[in-house]
């Protein structure tokens, strides 16, 4: 039966844990009877959407993922997509409207959509680096899958000139090994080698690592597609194993002196990570 008008949410679940899930995001795949998604996150979730349609698919099956959703919506059912983070950080929520955009979408009359916010990977990886992104920064991926080298080459300088914190997403994946060489290469132009650099794997979920380390150290350590990597601007320090980026109240109040203690140039570890 078409005749009821169905649902698309495009759900958020945030790092992994289900403790940094919304209330939003439990409800909309509670409410939906479909859940659609890439398999590893779904694995994330596996008792919320338990007794449900559940429709897994693999890696740059985005497309697949996204017009399924829409399907099982125009023949009037509630579908939930799932991503991890946020969905409206290189997550799903685009491509969900354009696919509805090429079937001739109304917002008042089509199929209904949601976005749910959840906590993107910046986020919890900020959280458990201690403060890296207190001043402006830029998120860069270095996936070039679906964006050109180039482009990515130049918003990674651009970035860097402007002395912005740079947030690596897709940093690596076993087919894609260059670019964040490169990325460090490029980077070095413009940082000292002492620069803190925070890695951060599976944020909240098994097998979590955070490190801080520098710039000049970056490729020694272990990164791949489930790891975010901050780097930091002129200003960062690291402290106590921890990042931070000071938002500048030191040059307009007095502070306790223990707070300049931090220097750039002595990357420490945080207890749960791995050694430099
Ligand atoms: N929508 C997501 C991003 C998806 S892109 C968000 O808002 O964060 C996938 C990339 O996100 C991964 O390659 C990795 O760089 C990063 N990422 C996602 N979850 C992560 C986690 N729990 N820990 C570390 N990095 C993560």
């Known amino acids: 039966m078409a005749e009821s008008r169905g649902k698309v949410y495009v759900v958020g679940l945030g790092p992994g844990d289900k403790a940094h899930l919304t209330e939003r995001a439990r409800a909309a795949l509670a409410e939906s009877e479909v859940i659609v998604g890439y398999r590893t996150y779904l694995g994330l979730i596996r008792?919320?959407?338990?007794g449900k349609a559940v429709l897994a698919s693999g890696m740059q099956q985005e497309v697949a993922r996204a017009q399924e959703a829409v399907r099982e919506a125009a023949a009037g059912r509630v579908v939930a997509v799932v991503c991890s983070g946020d969905p409206g950080i290189y997550g799903m929520a685009g491509l969900i409207y354009e696919v509805l955009r090429e079937g001739g979408w109304q917002r008042q009359s089509g199929v209904e959509v949601e976005v749910v916010p959840g906590i993107p990977a910046l986020s919890a990886a900020a959280s458990l680096l201690g403060a890296p992104l207190m001043h402006d920064f830029a998120a860069i991926s270095l996936s070039d899958l679906l964006t050109p080298w180039e482009v990515i080459a130049r918003r990674l300088e651009a970035a860097a000139a402007a002395d912005?914190?740079?947030?690596?997403?897709n940093p690596k994946s076993t087919q894609r090994v260059q670019q964040l060489d490169e990325a460090q290469r490029l980077l070095s132009r413009h940082r000292v080698p002492q620069t803190p650099v925070g890695i951060v794997r599976n944020a909240y979920r098994d097998g979590q690592q955070v490190v801080v380390t520098d710039l000049a150290h970056l490729l020694a350590h272990e990164v791949d597609m489930l790891t975010i990597v901050i780097i930091g601007n002129s200003t960062?320090?690291?402290c106590a194993g921890l990042m931070v980026t000071p938002r500048g109240y030191q040059a307009k109040y007095e502070l306790a002196p223990?707070?300049?203690?931090?220097?750039?140039?002595?990357?420490?570890?945080?207890?749960?990570?791995k050694p430099d």
């Open 47 to 50: 008792e919320l959407v338990a």
């Open 164 to 169: 912005f914190v740079i947030v690596l997403y």
């Open 236 to 238: 960062t320090r690291s």
């Open 258 to 273: 223990s707070s300049r203690e931090c220097s750039r140039g002595s990357p420490g570890q945080l207890a749960s990570s």
